[in-house]
């Protein structure tokens, strides 16, 4: 079966967060699966410049406010076909893909994301003659309109040109624009409306997505529920909740070729669950390279993430003094909110030898951490999936989480029984409170205190596998029933 993703980031070409690494591996898998995949990208800089040879499919003129449009075919590190949309116009801006250096969105992005989702649609309508999409899947927002332009052809020609699925990887992000734009998406008028992409009087491409789409999948199983509820609904609730029977959720993977202490060459030394010394000389090299006191007393927490609202890190700034008090360390590398960076920046300075800040993004020092860290914090608001823990879980470094979203699915809590049974691989806790994080904080430190445990507890961690082929089994009868086979 042929069937195209469109999406805005792939690693290793361009990455802001998650949803680079998902669209990076999901894809060679279904391909592992027996699918005919590719992939459709706006052509960013740096997906131009990393797409490798490339020949031009087709070249169209004033689509979306640029003169020219060129479609380019080429073929991702992973050997996945992908067109690039060549439109220097609406995509030759350097860094953020979403947003200016000043991190204001793009006042085109309507344009800049309403092509990739057109192109998409068009190309399972006939845009390159020598492979036609049997099934379009969208990813986020910025392809959220894909499906509408599909139920719009179908309408039109009396036919459907292609199935649709949208996969949503952060409901908080939803891709709203003025209403007064809807005339220049060359949509059908009565799409501006409640049952179809208008939300709260604007236009969202999310909710097209969602509301247009055959079929819906988001990227852990409790996320699916959670987004059914006005806590986590972001508005769209009920509109989720009414297409529940059409909503999947499956949990995300780790690429193995890329985090596995065993193999990893940007770490002090390889490791795994039967030879585990390694560890320990990144732990040390962490320490080092962070002028932090070399100690083994108590645990060194690393954070790598996003520094916003959403991923719960002023939980942390309340617990700090607590954890320097009792000789814990923090790494922390992350960039996001103003204020957190700054407050972050604050603690390093006012305890040198115990806290590391980096403000930045930077993959080398992600493996780095979360090699050399015992405790890797995620205590997120909400949390789709999350992948920072599934990494840590396969590098021995165990997981301290709220319990939501794909967290939830994916860390055991250390407990009693947990341990005894081998199943235990991290830290959980429920509320969303300064008091239930510092908890299991303690609990870590108590853990650590008891070393045959902590060291059961990392071998849990580093035996449980969540492979991108068990992702793909999952997604394949989606698609399946999509085209009746
Ligand atoms: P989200 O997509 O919400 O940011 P995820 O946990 O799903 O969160 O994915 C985050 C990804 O981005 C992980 O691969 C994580 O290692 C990486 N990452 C986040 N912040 C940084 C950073 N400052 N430097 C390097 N990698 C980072």
Redo the contacts with the bound molecule.
Sequence with gaps: MRVLHACSEVYPLL?T???A?VTGALLPALARVGCDVRMVLPGFPSILAGIGPTREVVVLHDRFGADRVGLLLGQLPSGVPAYVIDAPALYAREGNPYADAGNTAYPDNYRRFGLLAWVAADLAAGLDPGWQAQIVHGHDWHAGLAPAYLKAWERANGKRAAASVLTV??LAYQGVFDAGVFPELGLPADYFAMHGMEYYGQLSFLKAGLFFADKLTTVSPSYALEIQSPEQGCGLEGLLHDRASDLTGIL?GVDYEVWSPAADELIAARYDASKPGGKKVCRRALQKAGSLRPQDNAPVFGV???LTE??GLHLLLAALPAIVARGGQLVL???GDGWMEDAFREAALRYPGAVQVEI????V??HQI?AGADVIL?PSRF???????L?ALAYGTLPLVRRVGGLADSVVDCTPATLADNSGTGFVFDEFSEAAFSLAVDRAFALYEAPAQWQQAQRNAMRAHFGWDDAARKMLPIYQRLLGQ
Excluded: F, I
């Excluded at 930045?360 to 993959?363: A, C």
């Design positions: 990455k967060g998650g949803l690494d990887h952060n995300n790598v993430s996003r959403q991923k590398l992350g960039s930045g993004y930077d993959e020092r992600s979360v995620v949390e789709p999936c999350g992948l920072t823990q990494y």
